[in-house]
T-cell receptor
């Protein structure tokens, strides 16, 4: 079985400061990892993914994430936070082998960027 | 182009009623997924279609839940004899074929918020 843990329900950061949203995963074999963002009353929007290759992945809106196999982590980062980054962030995993195609999501982290 | 659309956006049902939720995926997307998102939680997988074939329905919580995609495009999630615990947001997602050509992200619709009273 695969699972995702987002240990922080809430992250607060001041505008202009760097932000990190943490994610660890558990999956058999190699993972495919994703970050999504959800704004109120809207569906999930894709930010970035790790499939293979370079451990540092760059995505939309200046976000990036670092895959760390030994720590089974995929933390989301941004060098300088904006108030408009305030939203609910979800990490998701899918096994690279096997027939399952669905994503398993974490419980989400509410990011608040303070002006 | 147009994204994934879902209708209705909001649905209130009395306990025991049947409901049908519609998903229009992105044109040409082979894969279609349904997820259930309870308040304050991440989405949880319900079922997966590749074209018209339902390849995985392991996440459907009971036999009251039924999904179909008869022509490999539009999909309908049906819930019979709704219960209060069915109250949630139902999300539909689509993606190109997940094969050796690449691993694609899923594109999500805005969801249908179902409230069972």
């Amino acid at each position: 079985a695969q699972s995702v843990a987002q240990p922080e329900d809430q992250v607060n950061v001041a505008e202009g400061n760097p932000l990190t949203v943490k994610c660890t995963y558990s999956v058999s074999g190699n993972p495919y990892l994703f970050w999504y963002v959800q704004y109120p009353n809207r569906g999930l929007q894709f930010l970035l993914k790790y499939i293979t290759g370079d451990n540092l992945v760059k995505g939309s809106y200046g976000f990036e994430a670092e895959f760390n196999k030994s720590q089974t982590s995929f933390h989301l980062k941004k060098p300088s936070a904006l108030v408009s980054d305030s939203a609910l962030y979800f990490c998701a995993v899918r096994a690279s082998s096997g027939s399952a195609r669905q994503l398993t999501f974490g419980s989400g982290t509410q990011l608040t960027v303070l002006p | 182009g147009a994204g994934v659309s879902q209708s209705p956006r909001y649905k209130v049902a009395k306990r025991g009623q049947d409901v049908a939720l519609r998903c229009d995926p992105i044109s040409g997307h082979v894969s279609l997924f349904w997820y259930q998102q309870a308040l304050g939680q991440g989405p949880e997988f319900l079922t997966y279609f590749q074209n018209e074939a339902q390849l995985d329905k392991s996440g459907l919580p009971s036999d009251r839940f039924f999904a179909e995609r008869p022509e490999g495009s539009v999909s309908t999630l049906k819930i019979q004899r709704t219960q209060q615990e069915d109250s949630a947001v139902y999300l539909c997602a689509s993606s190109p074929f997940q094969g050796q050509g690449g691993i694609y992200e899923q594109y999500f619709g805005p969801g249908t918020r179902l409230t069972v009273t």
